[in-house]
């Protein structure tokens, strides 16, 4: 089983501040199986980066997501205070078909 | 747009089965682009998937929920249910119905919290 760990457990960041979150895999992951999620208290997750690098619907272009093999990296280019919140990395497995979750970033105003 | 609703007891008794259901709509469960399944969160914790199903109805689980975990799919009610046996505190959480598609959990519901306590 795949484990995903993220880095750092907390981030203190200020508005306007650019923000660098890892996803570090145990084994290599296929890329266009690593997403990235947004979660806000009291809220479902939201869905920012599939693919390791493909924006979902919706999600502004200071969000960026890179990586490959077993390091991934989401970037926010310049923080709003929409931005603080918990990100969660995932990656899905194939065989067997398996979810798996990083145990999530905080990232918080400084 | 699909929208996710879960519903179901907010307690339940150690040792006893949760149940939930989740209603769909905007779509059809039978939409054969999605898996429907379930993920969960312990309070204050990270995200745990439980299980998914296809829509040529192949189950996919947890390996470490596999033996207690059930899910099953009415079309006619546009439903997916879970069913977690001989529950202890471990599985106090969140859990969220989820449609997915390989590689990511494309829509999520809001997620109803489910504590089990005597």
């Known amino acids: 089983e795949i484990v995903l760990t993220q880095s750092p457990g907390t981030l203190s960041l200020s508005p306007g501040e650019r923000a660098t979150l890892s996803c570090r895999a145990s084994q290599s992951v296929s890329s266009i199986y690593l997403a990235w999620y947004q979660q806000k208290p009291g809220q479902a997750p939201r869905l920012l980066i599939y693919?390791?690098?493909s924006r979902a619907s919706g999600v502004p272009d200071r969000f960026s997501g890179s990586g490959s093999g077993t390091d991934f990296t989401l970037t926010i280019s310049r923080l709003e205070p929409e931005d603080f919140a918990v990100y969660h990395c995932?990656?899905?497995?194939?065989?067997?078909?398996?979810?798996?979750f990083g145990q999530g970033t905080k990232l918080e105003i400084k | 747009q699909l929208q996710l609703q879960e519903s179901g007891p907010g307690l339940v008794k150690p040792s006893e089965t949760l149940s939930l259901t989740c209603t769909v709509s905007?779509?059809?469960?039978?939409?054969?682009?999605?898996?429907w399944g379930w993920i969960r969160q312990p309070p204050g914790k990270g995200l745990e998937w439980i299980e998914s199903?296809?829509?040529?109805?192949?189950?996919y689980y947890n390996p470490s929920l596999k033996s207690r975990v059930t899910i099953s799919v009415d079309p006619s009610k546009n439903q997916v249910s879970l069913r977690l046996s001989s529950v202890t505190a471990a599985d106090t959480a969140v859990y969220y119905c989820a449609a997915s598609t390989p590689g990511m959990i494309d829509y999520w519901g809001q997620g109803t919290l489910v504590t089990v306590s005597s």
């Open positions: 199903m296809s829509h040529s109805g192949s189950t």
């Open positions: 693919g390791a690098s």
């Open positions: 905007g779509g059809s469960i039978s939409n054969t682009h999605y898996y």
């Open positions: 995932q990656q899905y497995g194939s065989s067997p078909p398996m979810y798996t």
